[in-house]
């Protein structure tokens, strides 16, 4: 009995202590990432860009030209805040 009662508290405790593991070990995306997302969104010159702690913020021209400025989020990539000038 005490031989399976032992792996099973052992697979439980490390169970438990993955997901921990998982959410501390969040990094942040890189800024070539932040730059394929405002491409993606169609930034193609860039003119500027900023990393402000828990966001990217990139500033450029579009293919017509037009000013754009494009927030992403440094951990999950998604984009916070897309600005165009016309």
Do not use: H
């Amino acid at each position: 009995m005490r031989k399976v009662i032992v792996p099973i508290i052992a697979a439980l405790a490390l169970g438990a202590a993955t997901p921990a593991m998982a959410y501390d070990s969040g990094s942040q995306i890189s800024m070539q990432a932040a730059l394929d997302v405002a491409t993606d969104l169609g930034i193609v010159t860039v003119s500027e860009t900023q990393f402000l702690g828990d966001e990217w913020e990139i500033e450029g021209r579009d293919g017509a030209g037009r000013w754009m400025k494009v927030d992403v989020d440094a951990r999950s990539g998604a984009v916070r805040n897309l600005e165009r000038g016309w």
